[in-house]
Every structure is written in C-alpha cells, then in structure tokens.
C-alpha cells in the first residue's frame, strides 16, 4: 500500500517558505526559482487539502492549519537530516543513542565515564541533552532517559540504577578554622535549598534527630551544580548527592563538615519507551550503566569505576 506522504521536495520549499515567511527567500535558499516554490507549495495545498499559506501586503504568514504542521514537518525533516549525517559519519557502522539526563548527574557522574564505554563500544555515539522532568518520548527524538524520581513514567519501563544519599559540604573557609560542626552549628549558617528537593534539609536534619527550625530558609537553586559552585564561593552549606562530588573534596574546593549522608525519597532510573527495550544500542548502553550504578557501594559512587 502506498504511503500518504507528500514528496520531500514539497516539504523543503514548505519548510523554507513559512521559517522565512516569504517565497522569494525560499526560492534564494535551495536555488529555485519563485514560481518553482509557489507550484511546489500549491501542490503540497492541493495534495493535503488545507491552505498552508495566507497572503498579505508583507509577504505570505502561515495559516493555523499552516502553523501546526510547520513544527510537525521541521521536526521530521530535522530527524531525516540528523539521521543521514550520522550515517554518513559511521558508513552503516555502530549505533546512536539520543539520551536526556537530568544536567548535574550527566556532567558530574555520566560524562566522565563516558570514555570507559566509548573504548568498548567504538561505533555507537551517545548524544545527551538535558531534561529536568519526565516528558512523552512519543513527542521527541530521545531514545531513553536518566532522571531522579519515584520509578514512575507514564508510557515508558524504568530500570532503577541507585539510590541518592545527600550530604551536607561547604568550603573550608565558611568554617575555618573548624574542619567539622555539630548539627548545632551548622544550623546557624546559611543551608542552601534545592527547588527541586524542598524539604531536602529538614529530612536531613530529621535523620540526626535534630530540628533547627530554619531548615527551609536560604537562598534557593534549582541544580544541584548551581548549589555546589554557590558552596565553594562560601555562600552557604549545600545538601547535594554524594556523586556530585567529584574531585571537589579531593581537591579542597569543598569539606564535608558533618560526615552523614542521609537517603533521599528519590532514586535515579534509566526510562526508555517499551518498544525500544530490545534495540541493540540501547540494551548495549544500559547493561553497562546498570553494572556501572549497581556494582559499587554506595559511598563509592563518586569515583569513576576502572575500565
């Protein structure tokens, strides 16, 4: 059976056309003539049944027929464009994998442990981007997803990969010449919120069995990132996941003043719709992931493994 799909032609010039609002640029753009652009259009109108186009004394706007389909074919063709490239790259080699993650834990945890499974997997290219919340997979090009929640996305199997344990750092000067606090003391500095873990240091504080009263209080940022940059600058005390570490403390940027790491109502899963559970790159990438989380204990976690 013949596919209803107008020709790709057709849907250049009607992508050209409505991001420059005018024929003319369309026509300049992929070197065709004007009325080129206008038949390839008019025919486009004419195999859909809908006007696209509208004309005025500025040139030609986009209908709101015109509008929506618009987004829908720029991404289509974006998606073609994107995945001939990169078979070109490879030469029919490898895979691709289009991956969202929530931004601390991809740059501070994932990317340098990237290299470990690049080595393995030579010909398989993983894409990030970054996403803070669960989205409809169905609506974008991401393959799969790592992100911090209760395991629960709508259309979508999770795989639990650890659990997040947070703890309490700062820089050595916003306490020297201290090396460590009690929870007394540390409640008289500024406790740095996280937007999206708001009652992050009242549990905290919960699991020493000590209850400051201001533990909501201070300024608030919504990646962890932004608190550990705002903790090693001295503004405050930031309550981040142990992974966030990195070499901060090793290096000295950053101490652990209460050496007490307390689980968090949240854990981090890998999301993937259920139709791409058996995709060779994807199944590749998430046996090495789940060996990566799963195989260390948890206070190792801020350490790359060996390769």
């Known amino acids: ?26 026509a300049h753009e992929l070197a065709l003539t004007q009325s080129a652009i206008c038949r390839q259009i008019g025919g486009l109108e004419e195999f859909l049944g809908v006007k696209l186009f509208r004309r005025t004394r500025r040139g030609v ?3 709101e027929a015109g509008e929506v389909y618009h987004r829908q074919v720029t991404q289509r063709l974006d998606d073609v464009e994107r995945d001939t490239l990169d078979l070109m790259a490879r030469q029919g080699r490898g895979g691709r994998l289009e991956l969202a993650v929530v931004p601390t834990f991809g740059t501070r945890w994932l990317i340098p442990r990237l290299a470990a499974f690049s080595k393995r997997h030579p010909d398989i290219t993983i894409n990030l981007s970054s996403r803070t919340r669960p989205f ?6 991401i393959d799969a ?15 639990r990969l650890m659990p997040e344990a947070l703890i309490p750092v700062c820089s050595p000067d916003l306490i020297a010449p201290r090396t460590h606090l009690t929870p007394e003391e540390m409640a008289q500095l500024p406790l740095l919120q996280q937007s999206t873990r708001p009652y992050a240091w009242r549990q905290w504080f919960e699991s020493l069995g000590h209850m400051p ?11 962890f990132f932004m608190s550990l940059e705002a903790a090693v600058v001295g503004l405050g005390v930031a309550l981040v996941p142990e992974y966030d570490l990195g070499g901060d403390i090793a290096s000295g940027r950053l101490i652990i003043p209460i050496n ?12 993937y719709p259920e139709h791409k559970a058996e995709t060779p ?3 590749l990438f998430k046996d090495w992931l789940v060996a990566e989380t ?11 493994a060996a390769a």
């Open 61 to 63: 706007l986009l209908t």
């Open 1 to 26: 059976m013949r596919r209803k799909i107008p020709s790709t032609s057709a849907l250049s010039a009607f992508e050209a056309a409505a991001r420059h609002s005018s024929f003319t640029e369309a």
């Open 213 to 223: 009263g201001n533990e909501l209080a201070g300024p608030s940022y919504e990646l």
């Open 136 to 141: 409809l997979f169905d609506d974008t090009r």
């Open 260 to 271: 007490h790491a307390c689980p968090s109502d949240r854990a981090y899963y890998l999301a």
């Open 145 to 159: 997803a790592i992100y911090a929640g209760d395991g629960n996305w709508p259309g979508a199997t999770t795989t």
């Open 281 to 283: 790159t994807l199944k």
């Open 294 to 304: 799963q195989g260390l204990p948890l206070g190792q976690r801020g350490q790359p």
